[in-house]
């Protein structure tokens, strides 16, 4: 449950494994290739070239053909194949002749497409005109006279139409076609009049029409740009028709895309290599536990090699890996939100695990809620292929949906019922009078404040935590010194300031609760005589001293922040409660009152469940990340990114 040990490798081996080698290294999935500086002779760069030019035409054609394929639900599931399979469908697969058909559909439906638009946007240009009776080729006019189309907009027409006029007799206007918008006009003048009419054009904001070269009516040309739509139409329909075809071969073209993606992910670290005419060798970075299994599979192939450990050079950062067992494993999903810590830095997963599935439980507050979330993850881990990502994720929300149950028993959420709503059998009545369902012992909509001071009391101790760990890593990091003066203080600080609440609020002894009052002014003498020893003016040193234990708001603020576990949990409580008042409302509607309300019911507890569960997975997470990793981590590591065979489309089995 910490950070894998990464070691520096050097690898060398007779250049005729180098295929075998590279082979074994990605489908171990366990060695990040590094470039060598001082690399002098490159690899033929053809190969790679033209592995990335297949993978990037069947990249291609699936994008081309996905739409037209079968459509895969929400629930379907990605192929599973063995390495052996794969390689065995690609021999039987002529990709390159899907390719190249894609490639020529491709090229026809452009075509057409682009030939449709043409026409249409043509013809939308000359439906204006449709009824204008003069040819193409004489609307450049005569000698001695011209002829201007274009449009003017209704509420300037009358005033346009009395300054043409008003120019002179020698200028005759027709409204070709006229709407509550436009005016569309054809205007035939004497050419010595071209200029003043031009500035009574600009005048009213005169549209010109942009009319295409061709001849004869503009009639006759539309129906010519019709024929054109139509025929492209039937074109697009034999290219749609081509391509549904083609898209039979959508599950082997992915096929290939994932098979040609391992050839340029090993052609590409392959580029990293020192060459000679011999040999080859490399650097790289591995975790240690693996050194051993990939010698031995080296070994059944060659004896001509030598795999080694050598030292980092300085400044050198080692890659991270996070390891844990198979139940705290699915926490690194919420771990890796964050990002990855330093290599110097501790795997923040174990110690998150516990809180953040408590505080999501604590948000969604429903053990209703909590039994359906764990079925539905469960029959998904059983029933569904998932990807690791995600397969991390569904189990860590079966984990939410179990703690869930039981912290929903306890605060009596039930689906948003009240206990007057429930067979008797399922309640009990306290002393007090109330009634309460069995298991429940918080009521969290009459007594909030109980809940707000649990949530506040998981706040303190998990700040205290964040910093009592950054004490442990200042110890081994910065030096038991430092360590002792800068965060050790915190420490005492903060554990003071809780035994001092907790002698106080149970009415302890007063010999205790002095205790605590001055174990927290000893803790503030000491942050003020530690905390500024880096100054060299000794006023100086006692001021920042004093300033330091300003650091004890942002504590404050810290554990307040846990409220934000009362006011989800409330939410979701209030939401479903409303649910259950809706449906109820419904109920008494006639004929169809109880179908509604079971659409009402069901429906209004899906959202609830969903929206709240999502708010329960971000707010918890939140809280991790703002109030807790922020004491003792510092992250930014890089994650080990080994030569490996990654899938997109499907699932590879063993």
């Known amino acids: 449950m910490a950070l894998a040990k990464i070691k520096k490798i050097r690898l060398i081996a007779n250049t005729k494994q180098k295929n075998n080698i590279l082979e074994i290294l990605q489908k171990a999935g366990t060695v990040e290739i590094t470039e060598q500086k001082d690399a002098d002779l490159s690899p033929d760069l053809g190969e790679l ?5 297949e993978y990037a035409n069947i990249e291609f054609a699936i994008k081309l053909l996905k739409d037209f394929g079968k ?6 599931q990605a192929p599973s194949f063995t390495i052996k399979q794969v390689e065995e469908q690609i021999k039987d697969f002529d990709h390159k002749k899907i390719v190249s058909e894609c490639q020529d559909q491709e090229e026809k439906l452009i075509q057409a497409k682009n030939a449709l638009n043409t026409a249409k946007h043509e013809i939308e240009n000359l439906l204006p005109w449709k009824n204008l009776d003069t040819k193409f080729e004489d609307l450049e006019g005569t000698q001695t006279s011209g002829i201007i189309l274009g449009s003017v907009k209704t509420n300037n027409f009358e005033p346009f139409i009395e300054g043409l006029h008003r120019l002179s007799g020698l200028i005759s206007s027709d409204i070709i076609k006229k709407d509550k918008v436009e005016n569309y006009i054809r205007i035939v003048f004497s050419k010595e009049l071209e200029k003043e009419i031009r500035q009574v054009l600009s005048q009213f904001k005169f549209q010109e029409a942009d009319l295409p070269e061709s001849k004869g009516r503009v009639a006759d040309h539309i129906d010519k740009l019709e024929k054109t739509i139509d025929e492209n139409e039937k ?57 051993d299994t990939v010698k031995k599979l080296i070994e059944e192939k060659t004896n001509e090699y030598e795999l080694s450990e050598i030292e980092t050079e300085k400044d050198e950062v080692p890659p991270v890996v996070i390891e844990n067992n198979k139940f705290l494993s699915p926490f690194e999903s919420v771990s890796k939100i964050y990002g990855l810590p330093k290599h110097t830095e501790m795997d923040p997963t174990p110690f998150l695990a516990a809180y953040f599935i408590i505080f999501f439980a604590l948000c969604l507050t429903d053990a209703g809620y909590g039994i359906v979330m764990f079925i539905t993850m469960g029959l998904m881990l059983k029933f569904l292929k998932l990807a690791p990502g995600i397969r991390s994720l569904v189990k860590l929300l079966m984990y939410g949906g179990v703690i869930t149950f039981f ?63 950054k004490f442990a890593h200042d110890l081994k990091t910065v030096g038991k010194k430092d360590a002792m003066l800068d965060s050790f203080p915190w420490v005492v600080m903060l554990a003071g300031i809780g035994f001092f609440i ?14 605590g009052k001055w174990w927290v002014i000893g803790a503030a003498l000491v942050l003020i005589l530690t905390q500024g020893r880096d100054k060299k003016n000794i006023v100086m040193k006692f001021f920042s001293g004093i300033l330091s234990l300003y650091g004890l708001v942002g504590y404050m603020s810290d554990i307040l922040s846990y409220s934000r576990l009362l006011a989800l949990g409330l939410a979701t409580a209030i939401i479903g409660l409303a649910v259950n008042i809706v449906a109820g409302l419904a109920m008494g509607l006639p004929y169809i009152g109880w179908l509604l309300a079971i659409v009402v019911f069901i429906g209004g507890h899906i959202f609830n469940l969903l929206i709240n569960a999502l708010g329960s997975f971000i707010h918890s997470g939140r809280l991790q990340f703002v109030e807790f990793f922020t004491k003792f981590m510092e992250g930014g590591g890089d994650e080990l990114r080994p030569l490996s065979k990654k899938t997109k489309y499907i699932f590879l089995t063993k």
């Open 407 to 469: 912290i929903g028993a306890l605060f009596g959420g039930w689906f948003g019922l009240t206990p007057e709503q429930v067979p008797q059998a399922l309640t009990y009545t306290t002393p007090d009078g109330e009634l309460l369902f069995i298991f429940q012992k918080i009521n969290a909509l009459a007594d909030p404040i109980t809940v707000l001071i649990l949530a506040l009391i998981l706040g303190f101790i998990q700040v205290l935590m964040g910093v009592t760990m």
């Open 71 to 76: 459509k895969k639900g929400i629930l379907s």
């Open 49 to 53: 070239q033209k592995a990335e030019l």
């Open 235 to 291: 074109n697009l329909k034999q290219v749609y028709s081509a391509l549904t075809k083609l898209a039979e071969n959508l599950e082997n073209l992915e096929i290939a895309n994932d098979y040609f993606s391992w050839q340029v992910e090993k052609l590409e670290n392959e580029k990293k290599f020192l060459n000679t005419e011999y040999n080859f060798t490399f650097k790289g970075w591995m975790p240690s536990k693996h050194i």
């Open 502 to 515: 907790l002698a106080t609020a149970l009415n302890l002894s007063p010999l205790l609760q002095a205790i």
